[in-house]
């Protein structure tokens, strides 16, 4: 069984930053890409930003230059910083990754973490 489980989300002022964090556990052999997606009220869900096994990365235009996605492989871990955060930017997150186990290559995602920006 595996899970990714996110944290990190919450309210922050226009301008600010906040740090999600989405951790994989269970019997994993090996994990591909990794991403952010997110979900704001009434809008199809969106792509924010991936990463590659080896690190290659891709971000929606919306977020250049402000988000940054990272990984730590020895933790299991993809990272998404988020700075100079825009009201537009408010929704549910949800961070997926391309898992290989004993049984096959899967598509897992989060349960998801809001992110609200608002003063």
């Known amino acids: 069984q595996v899970q990714l489980v996110e944290s990190g989300g919450g309210l922050v002022q226009p301008g600010g930053s906040l740090r999600l964090s989405c951790a994989a556990s269970?019997?994993?052999?090996?994990?591909?890409?990794m991403g952010w997606y997110r979900q704001a009220p009434g809008k199809q869900r969106e792509s924010v930003a991936a990463?590659?096994?080896?690190?290659?990365?891709n971000y929606a235009d919306s977020v250049k230059g402000r988000f940054t996605i990272s990984r730590d492989n020895v933790k299991n871990t993809v990272y998404l910083q988020m700075n100079s955060l825009m009201p537009e930017d408010t929704a549910v997150y949800y961070c997926?990754?391309?898992?290989?186990?004993?049984?096959?290559?899967?598509?897992?995602w989060g349960q998801g973490t809001q992110v609200t920006v608002s003063s």
């Open positions: 990463i590659t096994g080896i690190g290659n990365t």
């Open positions: 269970g019997s994993i052999f090996r994990i591909d890409d």
């Open positions: 997926n990754a391309y898992i290989t186990t004993i049984t096959g290559r899967w598509h897992y």
